[in-house]
């Protein structure tokens, strides 16, 4: 059994479908998927809880869980009703991360300062809660500014909850991938894994040990090879995974044994996925 450890199930894109989505992603083997819950901004947190609730119990589909955060270029939104809001919903059971909250310093969007101080603001909020945390970090292209600054913020305000977390869509070097796991944090894969560009990736990934691994699909984006550029679903987590096992050197069943073995552990869950 797979777990998507990071899926944007509240996309306008499965409006149509995502009941038929869910399914499919059981039939791929996909026994549980973390729902995402950044929406548009804070005004939508709450969307994956909603999806949480409307779907779990329905037999065929995956169990789903959700996380709640406020998005990095959403910081500038982050004001006391929001963060009331982040508060209301880490409090909920179905709710097991805050996230992904990070840096992003790829894209313009909120200034850097404004993004660090919201990033902070919600680490003090999912201490509170004892909730791990999912980070989005990226960085402008060959140069490490927002991972400098990230572990600076996290050394300072996070190591010491021992609570860890999930670095998503991971797609650092070795040297950040060690700093993480010293921090205490599982390093998740997505489908970018696979695309004929990411051999630098694929090479950090091969000397990474299978017990600080995850895999997920970031769908709707992200969609993996030979899907690559359409419409990603949860079920597609299947592509990632097998590349990772080729990368390995392990079969696919041991690489799913052991990211849902990890992602159980992280989040102190019983291993009773799946409706
Ligand atoms: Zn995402």
């Not at 969609?223 to 080729?246: S, Y």
Request: contains cysteine.
């Amino acid at each position: 059994m797979l777990i998507d450890s990071h899926a944007h199930l509240d996309s306008e894109r499965y409006a149509e479908d995502r009941a038929e989505m869910l399914r499919r992603a059981a039939q791929a083997g996909v026994g549980a998927v973390l729902s995402i819950g950044i929406g548009d901004g804070p005004s939508q947190m709450h969307q994956a809880l909603d999806i949480c609730r409307r779907f779990n119990g329905q037999p065929g589909l995956p169990k789903l869980y959700a996380s709640a955060g406020v998005y990095p270029h959403n910081t500038t939104e982050l004001d006391d009703a929001a963060l009331a809001k982040l508060e209301g919903l880490l409090a909920e059971p179905e709710v097991i991360a805050c996230g992904e909250i990070g840096l992003d310093y790829y894209y313009e969007g909120a200034p850097h300062e404004v993004q660090r101080e919201g990033l902070i603001r919600q680490l003090e909020v999912a201490a509170a809660w004892k909730r791990p945390i999912l980070i989005h970090c990226r960085p402008k292209d060959g140069i490490t500014d927002a991972w400098d600054d990230l572990f600076e913020i996290l050394e300072g305000h996070w190591r010491q909850t021992s609570l860890g977390g999930v670095m998503h869509c991971f797609s650092g070097d070795l040297e950040q991938a060690q700093h993480a796991l010293d921090l205490g944090f599982l390093l998740s894969l997505a489908g970018n894994l696979t695309f004929a560009k990411a051999q630098p990736l694929r090479d950090v990934t091969a000397q990474l040990p299978l017990d600080s691994l995850l895999v997920e699909t970031d769908a709707p984006w992200l969609a993996p090879v030979p899907h690559r550029g359409q419409r990603n679903e949860p079920a597609w987590v299947a592509q990632t995974a097998a590349v990772l096992a080729g990368l390995l050197g392990v079969e696919e069943e041991e690489i799913a044994a052991a990211t849902t073995k990890n992602f159980l552990r992280l989040f102190h869950l019983q291993p009773d996925v799946g409706n």
